[in-house]
C-alpha cells in the first residue's frame, strides 16, 4: 500500500538528520541501455525506481505487463475525471503489453524500457496519435513521423499511453491556456498544476504514467514539477533532439523528463539524449552513463556529499517568494550542509534581468515559428473568398488569446526602430546572464534556488493578469536564457490544500554535467526523511508493481 501522506504539523520538522551509513565502495554502472537484466547491488533500491522495478518484476514473471498496464489503466480512468491530464489516451497500450508478454514467453530479449509507461506532451510529435500543441489551429492533426525522443522510447521497449495537455503551444504557466481543457493538480483539484507541461506533471504525480515527456522554454517542466511534488530534470540545450518538437522559441526550447524519482528522470534522459541528425543544433558529445550515480543507500558514507560546494542564490529569496517556500528551501539547504556540503550564499546582480529578456526573445521566436500555421501550410483552413481574409480568419480562430499577445509582442520587438531597442538588448542581456552563471558556477559545483515563488495556486487566480502570471517564471528562465541543466525534486511543504502542498528545490549545474545534478539529487532525496509526496487523490490506493 502506499503511505497515507502525513506532513509534519510545521516547516520546522523537515530538518533532518543525517544516516548513519555503510562506508560507500566502488560502483558498477548500470547498463541501462544493454537488454541484459540490471544487477542492482550497488544501485538505488528498486522501490526508488518504478523503472528498474518494472523491469525486474517483468523478467522474474512476477507481474505480466499487461497486467501491468491494465492497473495504470484503471487508475488513469478513474483520476481523468477530477484531473484531466491527457488529451488523447492510446487504445494500443493493451495490445503492445500483449506483445511484449509473447517476447517474454518466448525468452527473447527486450530494451530497458519494456513495459514502462510514458506519457508524452501534446507538442512532441507521435505518429499514431494525435499531436495538437494544446491548439485548436492544429485539432485533428496526427504528424505522419515521431518525435526522435518518442522513436528512441519506443525502440527500448516503452509503452506511450497518451498525450498530455498543456498551454497552448507550450505559452502559459497553469495551463489553463489549452484550448481543450483545463487540468488539475492532483494535491488539491481546485488548484492548477503549473505549465506549460502541466498535464505530464500530473499524469505522473497521479501515477496514471510512470515516467512522461514535457518540454521546457522558461521553466515548463520545473514549475509544474515544483507544484505537482515530482521531479522534473530539464537538460543542458542541446543534450535531447528537438526533433518532432513543435517549436516555440528554438534557442530556449528543450524537451525534458518528469518522474517520481531522480532516477526515473535520469533514466528517461538517458534514453532520449544523444546526437541526431535531423537536429542541427543536438550536440555530438557522448552521453555519459547517468545512471552509475544512482547508488544504493546502503552504500553512502555518513557524509556522502562531503566537498560539494553549493551556492544559494540570494536573489530567489528576496521580498515576493512566499514564506512556505523560502522556509522549505532554507532548510533544504541545511540537510545538503548535514549530507556534507558546504552551502554559501551567491548574489548574481543580473538574475531580475532575465524575465523582461526572456519575454522578449522567446516573443520574438514565437512570431517567427508560428508564421507557418496559416491554414495553407499548416494548421485547420477557414473558408474564405479571399487568400488575405483566409489567412487572418484560420489565424484569428486557430489560436488562443496568450498566443496572439506574444505574437503581437514578438512582432512588436523585431519591427524596423525597434530591433535594436528590444531585441538586440535582451540579447545582450542574455550574454550577460550566461557569464554571471558560468562566474558562479566556476566557484560552486551547484548552485540551487526555489522553483517557483510559491506552491500551486487556485485555478483561474492569474488566468486574467498575465504580467502576474509572467512574474511566477523568475526562477526558471535564467537557466534557458543560460542553456544550462537543472534538476527540481520535492523537498518540503507548504501551507494549502487538505495535505500541503508541495515545495520543489532547483538544483542548476554547469552544461552538460546533467550526471553530477543526478547524483546529488538522488543522495538528497534518498536522505529526506519524514516526506512522502504521494498526493492525497491515490494516497490509499496500492502500489503499480
Given at each position: 500500500m502506499l503511505s497515507t501522506l502525513q506532513p509534519p504539523r510545521s516547516l520546522s520538522h523537515f530538518r533532518t538528520k543525517p544516516l548513519l551509513l555503510r562506508r560507500h565502495t566502488s560502483l558498477k554502472p548500470l547498463s541501462s541501455l544493454s537488454s541484459q537484466p540490471v544487477t542492482?547491488?550497488?544501485?538505488?533500491?528498486?522501490?526508488?525506481?518504478?523503472?528498474?522495478?518494472?523491469?525486474?518484476?517483468?523478467?522474474?514473471?512476477?507481474?505480466?505487463?499487461?497486467?501491468?498496464?491494465?492497473?495504470?489503466?484503471?487508475?488513469?480512468?478513474r483520476t481523468e475525471p477530477h484531473l484531466r491530464s491527457f488529451l488523447h489516451?492510446?487504445?494500443?497500450?493493451?495490445?503492445?503489453?500483449?506483445?511484449?508478454?509473447?517476447?517474454?514467453?518466448?525468452?527473447?530479449?527486450?530494451?530497458?524500457l519494456a513495459g514502462v509507461l510514458v506519457a508524452v506532451k501534446d507538442n512532441i510529435c507521435t505518429a499514431e496519435m494525435p499531436s495538437t500543441a494544446g491548439s485548436r489551429v492544429l485539432e485533428g492533426y496526427t504528424p505522419p513521423y515521431d518525435a526522435t525522443a518518442v522513436r528512441k522510447i519506443k525502440e527500448l521497449g516503452g509503452i506511450v499511453v497518451g498525450k498530455t495537455n498543456l498551454d497552448e503551444f507550450g505559452m502559459g504557466s497553469t495551463t489553463e491556456g489549452s484550448a481543450f481543457q483545463v487540468t488539475a493538480n492532483p494535491w488539491d483539484t481546485t488548484r492548477v498544476p503549473g505549465g506549460s507541461s502541466g498535464g505530464s506533471a500530473a499524469a505522473v504525480s497521479a501515477r496514471q504514467s510512470m515516467v512522461s515527456?514535457?518540454?521546457?522554454?522558461?521553466?515548463?517542466?520545473?514549475?509544474?514539477?515544483?507544484?505537482?511534488?515530482?521531479?522534473?530534470?530539464?537538460?543542458?540545450y542541446g543534450r535531447v533532439s528537438r526533433f518532432g518538437l513543435m517549436a516555440y522559441a528554438s534557442s530556449l526550447d528543450v524537451i525534458g523528463c518528469f518522474g517520481t524519482s531522480v532516477a526515473d528522470a535520469g533514466i528517461l534522459l538517458h534514453a532520449i539524449s544523444g546526437h541526431d541528425r535531423l537536429d542541427a543544433t543536438s550536440s555530438k558529445r557522448e552521453v555519459p552513463d547517468l545512471a552509475s550515480q544512482f547508488v544504493s543507500i546502503?552504500?553512502?558514507?555518513?557524509?556522502?556529499?562531503?566537498?560539494l560546494k553549493i551556492g544559494l542564490i540570494r536573489e530567489t529569496l528576496d521580498d515576493g517568494v512566499d514564506?512556505?517556500?523560502?522556509?522549505?528551501?532554507?532548510?533544504?539547504?541545511?540537510?545538503?550542509?548535514?549530507?556534507?556540503?558546504?552551502?554559501?550564499?551567491?548574489?548574481?546582480?543580473?538574475?531580475?534581468?532575465?524575465?523582461?529578456?526572456?519575454?522578449?526573445?522567446?516573443?520574438?521566436?514565437?512570431?517567427?515559428?508560428?508564421?507557418?500555421y496559416d491554414g495553407l501550410r499548416y494548421g485547420n483552413q477557414v473558408a474564405a473568398d479571399e487568400l488575405n481574409s483566409q489567412y487572418m480568419d484560420s489565424r484569428a480562430k486557430g489560436f488562443g488569446s496568450e498566443?496572439?499577445?506574444?505574437?503581437?509582442?514578438?512582432?512588436?520587438?523585431?519591427?524596423?526602430?525597434?530591433?535594436?531597442?528590444?531585441?538586440?538588448?535582451?540579447?545582450?542581456?542574455?550574454?550577460?546572464?550566461?557569464?554571471?552563471?558560468?562566474?558562479?558556477?566556476?566557484?560552486?559545483?551547484?548552485?540551487i534556488s526555489p522553483a517557483a515563488p510559491s506552491a500551486a495556486y487556485k485555478i483561474g487566480e492569474k488566468k486574467n493578469d498575465?504580467?502576474?502570471?509572467?512574474?511566477?517564471?523568475?526562477?526558471?528562465?535564467?537557466?534557458?536564457?543560460a542553456g544550462l541543466p537543472a534538476l527540481v525534486l520535492p523537498c518540503g511543504y507548504a501551507e494549502g490544500g487538505s495535505a500541503?502542498?508541495?515545495?520543489?528545490?532547483?538544483?542548476?549545474?554547469?552544461?552538460?554535467?546533467?550526471?553530477?545534478?543526478?547524483?546529488?539529487?538522488?543522495?538528497?532525496?534518498?536522505?529526506?526523511?519524514?516526506?512522502?509526496?504521494?498526493?492525497?487523490?491515490?494516497?490509499?490506493?496500492?502500489k503499480p508493481c
Open positions: 542492482h547491488s550497488t544501485l538505488t533500491d528498486q522501490s526508488q525506481s518504478q523503472i528498474l522495478s518494472t523491469r525486474d518484476s517483468l523478467l522474474s514473471r512476477q507481474i505480466t505487463a499487461a497486467e501491468l498496464a491494465e492497473s495504470f489503466l484503471a487508475r488513469l480512468r489516451v492510446s487504445d494500443a497500450v493493451l495490445t503492445q503489453a500483449r506483445d511484449l508478454d509473447d517476447k517474454l514467453r518466448r525468452n527473447e530479449e527486450v530494451g530497458p515527456l514535457g518540454s521546457d522554454t522558461g521553466g515548463s517542466v520545473r514549475q509544474p514539477a515544483s507544484f505537482c511534488g515530482v521531479v522534473g530534470l530539464k537538460p543542458t546502503s552504500l553512502l558514507q555518513s557524509k556522502p556529499l562531503k566537498g514564506i512556505g517556500v523560502t522556509s522549505a528551501i532554507r532548510t533544504a539547504a541545511l540537510h545538503l550542509e548535514e549530507l556534507g556540503c558546504s552551502v554559501t550564499e551567491v548574489s548574481l546582480p543580473s538574475f531580475s534581468l532575465g524575465l523582461p529578456a526572456y519575454y522578449v526573445i522567446a516573443s520574438s521566436e514565437s512570431s517567427s515559428n508560428l508564421s507557418r498566443v496572439k499577445r506574444r505574437i503581437l509582442t514578438g512582432t512588436y520587438a523585431l519591427s524596423a526602430g525597434y530591433y535594436d531597442a528590444y531585441y538586440k538588448r535582451a540579447q545582450q542581456v542574455r550574454t550577460i546572464i550566461r557569464k554571471s552563471f558560468k562566474a558562479a558556477l566556476d566557484e560552486h559545483d551547484i548552485l498575465p504580467l502576474a502570471m509572467y512574474a511566477g517564471d523568475i526562477m526558471t528562465v535564467n537557466v534557458n536564457l500541503g502542498l508541495p515545495v520543489g528545490l532547483q538544483m542548476i549545474g554547469a552544461a552538460f554535467d546533467e550526471e553530477k545534478l543526478l547524483g546529488v539529487g538522488h543522495i538528497f532525496e534518498q536522505t529526506l526523511q519524514n516526506c512522502r509526496f504521494v498526493p492525497p487523490l491515490i494516497a490509499d490506493e496500492d
